[in-house]
């Protein structure tokens, strides 16, 4: 593990900026901190009030309240990183929502608060995020995704649909970025011990057990496991990376 005196400036990430997304709690939180212990500055974007902690715990992270489906904290996100760091060179995508509902009784309300957090808010910080990395002369783009990019999920329509979404989203900013020096990956992510389940979820615990026992490593994610390949796929070691779709699923795909 690489590690930095934020002090000093050193590590893996010296000299970069990055703006993280849903980073008020869980994988979020997890990978501000990564970022920033390695030598980053950081913005660090939640809806939650939460968010502004991470000011106390990691002195020099800029917290910004904010709904990352409105086009304009998107922007307001990227220009305070340029504003007050000269520049973006890291976006992680992770803020996301998520249901979980038989497609029967799925509603259109439903289908859109997903998309417009999952799939369209990451579409607004990836194009303000593409553009100031042109400036820049190239970036990673990392975002969280689910193992159901990949392999259908019962009772989330709507969620696999967003997810989808995002895992396509990343190939195209892989393609269109690559000539601008821009590189784009997603985190097929399996499922984490995390409070997210909660919020869609009565038996989020139960739940949480029943995963541990249907995949080969046995058990659920730590949200420092995820948050250490969404910042491998940031740095330079991952230099040749881009339109990948990475499990870390604890081989729950392999299957």
Same mark, same amino acid.
């Given at each position: 593990?690489?590690?930095?005196?934020?002090? !000093?400036?050193?590590?893996?990430?010296?000299?970069?900026?990055?703006?993280?997304?849903?980073?008020? #709690?869980?994988?979020?939180?997890?990978?501000?901190? =990564?970022?920033?212990?390695?030598?980053?500055?950081?913005?660090?974007?939640?809806?939650?009030?939460?968010?502004?902690? =991470?000011?106390?715990?990691?002195?020099? %992270?800029?917290?910004?309240?904010?709904?990352?489906?409105?086009?304009?904290?998107?922007?307001?996100?990227?220009?305070?990183?340029?504003?007050?760091?000269?520049?973006?060179?890291?976006? %992680?995508?992770?803020?996301?929502?998520?249901?979980?509902?038989?497609? /029967?009784?799925? !509603?259109? #309300?439903?289908?859109?608060?997903?998309?417009?957090?999952?799939?369209?808010?990451?579409?607004?910080?990836? $194009?303000?995020?593409? #553009?100031?990395?042109?400036?820049?002369?190239?970036?990673?783009?990392?975002?969280?995704?689910?193992?159901?990019?990949?392999?259908?999920?019962?009772?989330?329509? &709507?969620?696999?649909?967003?997810?989808?979404?995002?895992?396509?989203? /990343?190939?195209? =900013?892989?393609?269109?970025?690559?000539?601008?020096?821009?590189?784009?990956?997603? %985190?097929?992510?399996?499922?984490?011990?995390?409070?997210?389940?909660? /919020?869609?979820?009565?038996?989020?615990? &139960?739940?949480?057990?029943?995963?541990?026992?249907?995949?080969?490593?046995?058990? %659920?994610? $730590?949200?420092?496991?995820?948050?250490?390949?969404?910042?491998?796929?940031?740095?330079? $070691?991952?230099?040749?990376?881009?339109?990948?779709?990475?499990?870390?699923?604890?081989?729950? !795909?392999?299957?």
């Amino acid at each position: 593990m690489t590690s930095a005196n934020p002090s !000093t400036g050193t590590g893996e990430f010296a000299g970069k900026v990055a703006l993280v997304t849903g980073a008020a #709690r869980g994988v979020g939180r997890e990978t501000a901190g =990564l970022l920033h212990r390695r030598g980053a500055r950081i913005v660090a974007v939640d809806q939650r009030e939460e968010v502004e902690d =991470l000011a106390t715990e990691f002195p020099g %992270v800029h917290p910004l309240i904010g709904d990352v489906a409105d086009e304009a904290v998107a922007a307001r996100a990227v220009r305070q990183a340029v504003e007050m760091f000269g520049g973006l060179d890291i976006l %992680v995508n992770n803020a996301g929502r998520a249901l979980n509902k038989p497609i /029967t009784d799925t !509603t259109a #309300r439903d289908w859109d608060a997903l998309m417009a957090v999952n799939a369209r808010g990451a579409f607004f910080f990836a $194009r303000e995020a593409f #553009r100031a990395m042109r400036e820049r002369g190239g970036g990673a783009i990392v975002s969280t995704g689910s193992y159901v990019c990949t392999v259908g999920m019962p009772d989330g329509a &709507a969620y696999a649909a967003s997810k989808g979404a995002l895992a396509q989203l /990343t190939k195209v =900013l892989a393609v269109e970025g690559g000539p601008l020096g821009i590189r784009a990956n997603i %985190v097929a992510a399996g499922v984490i011990e995390t409070d997210f389940l909660d /919020t869609f979820r009565t038996d989020s615990r &139960a739940y949480l057990a029943s995963f541990a026992g249907a995949q080969p490593l046995g058990r %659920v994610a $730590r949200p420092e496991e995820i948050a250490e390949v969404l910042c491998f796929l940031a740095s330079p $070691r991952a230099g040749f990376v881009t339109g990948a779709v990475v499990a870390a699923d604890g081989g729950f !795909t392999a299957i």
